[in-house]
């Protein structure tokens, strides 16, 4: 869903020079991001609403960095996190935990899967797999690749997911019962508790795995600190995906 799609009424405030569809990321930096506000607005108040080609450039990239849309004639305002729900494919209050600070429920969604992308991407094993998926899922997020499958019809037989943020794990929890899926999901808050010993364990109680979908890793630790590692490429975690995805494949070649 693009932004305008999802926020019509920014449709007469935005300038024919911004073209944006959808948003590039979830920027935590309130603060910083209110600055960057004001002096936009400054920017297009001088301007009196025609700044230069060079300047027009200037204010997409920053409201790209700061998630800033359109909400008035030369004003703009943050994307709310129902907003960015939204935008990213998730069920309406999908984030909403009970007591949940809303810069956690911004937090939750900075390196969340984009959902209608994954059920494209998705979208040939429905008929492959027409009794559902048994799915690993590394680095979950708040159920990217689960809400992209369930969407797409694909019956959800079991999910073992890993992801080291409770709130991300909570939200997952939540949108499970919510959805009323029959099948079972194990949730483990470390990837290195994926090891041989509870590998066979889980073969033993679902009979193999289909599908091992990864997300990016990305912990976030709360409003009062800042996100713990960047996107996806941290050389231990990707490791470790790896040392999963050979483990998996050797089993499961063995059973076929």
Same mark, same amino acid.
């Given at each position: 869903?693009?932004? @305008?799609?999802?926020?019509?009424?920014? %449709?007469?405030?935005?300038?024919?020079?911004?073209?944006?569809?959808?948003?590039?990321?979830?920027?935590?930096?309130?603060?910083?991001?209110?600055?960057?506000?004001?002096?936009?607005?400054?920017?297009?108040?001088?301007? %009196?609403?025609?700044?230069?080609?060079?300047?027009?450039?200037?204010?997409?990239?920053?409201?790209?960095?700061?998630?800033? =849309?359109?909400?008035?004639?030369?004003?703009?305002?943050?994307?709310?996190?129902?907003?960015?729900?939204?935008?990213? $494919?998730?069920?309406?209050?999908?984030?909403?935990?009970?007591?949940?600070?809303?810069?956690?429920?911004?937090?939750?969604?900075?390196?969340?899967?984009?959902?209608?992308?994954?059920?494209?991407?998705?979208?040939?094993?429905?008929?492959?797999?027409? +009794? $559902?998926? !048994?799915?690993?899922?590394?680095?979950?997020?708040?159920?990217?690749?689960?809400?992209?499958?369930?969407?797409?019809?694909?019956? &959800?037989?079991? =999910?073992?997911?890993? #992801? #080291?943020? =409770? =709130?991300?794990?909570?939200? &997952?929890?939540?949108?499970?019962?919510?959805?009323?899926?029959?099948?079972?999901? @194990?949730?483990?808050? !470390?990837?290195?508790? &994926? +090891?041989?010993?509870?590998?066979?364990?889980?073969?033993? #109680?679902?009979?193999?795995? +289909?599908?091992?979908?990864?997300?990016?890793?990305?912990?976030?630790?709360?409003?009062?600190?800042?996100?713990?590692?960047?996107?996806?490429?941290?050389?231990?975690?990707?490791? #470790?995906?790896?040392?999963?995805?050979?483990?998996?494949?050797?089993?499961?070649?063995?059973?076929?």
């Amino acid at each position: 869903m693009t932004i @305008r799609d999802a926020l019509p009424l920014t %449709r007469q405030f935005c300038p024919s020079w911004d073209t944006r569809k959808w948003i590039d990321g979830v920027g935590l930096d309130v603060a910083g991001n209110e600055q960057i506000r004001d002096k936009l607005e400054k920017a297009m108040k001088d301007s %009196r609403g025609i700044p230069s080609e060079v300047k027009q450039a200037q204010i997409v990239q920053q409201c790209k960095t700061a998630n800033l =849309v359109w909400i008035g004639q030369g004003k703009l305002g943050p994307l709310q996190p129902h907003q960015m729900e939204m935008i990213l $494919g998730y069920p309406a209050n999908h984030t909403d935990l009970p007591g949940i600070d809303p810069q956690d429920k911004v937090a939750s969604m900075r390196f969340a899967l984009q959902t209608d992308t994954i059920a494209y991407l998705l979208s040939v094993l429905k008929d492959r797999y027409p +009794d $559902g998926l !048994r799915v690993i899922s590394i680095y979950s997020g708040i159920g990217g690749a689960e809400v992209a499958l369930h969407r797409l019809g694909i019956p &959800l037989r079991c =999910v073992v997911s890993v #992801e #080291e943020s =409770v =709130v991300n794990r909570r939200v &997952l929890k939540m949108w499970w019962r919510k959805t009323q899926q029959n099948g079972k999901l @194990r949730q483990l808050d !470390r990837i290195q508790k &994926l +090891d041989t010993k509870e590998f066979e364990a889980l073969m033993k #109680e679902f009979g193999g795995f +289909d599908l091992i979908v990864g997300g990016n890793y990305g912990l976030y630790r709360g409003t009062a600190m800042t996100v713990g590692t960047t996107m996806g490429m941290d050389t231990n975690q990707f490791f #470790e995906y790896v040392r999963i995805v050979q483990m998996v494949r050797r089993k499961m070649q063995g059973i076929a």
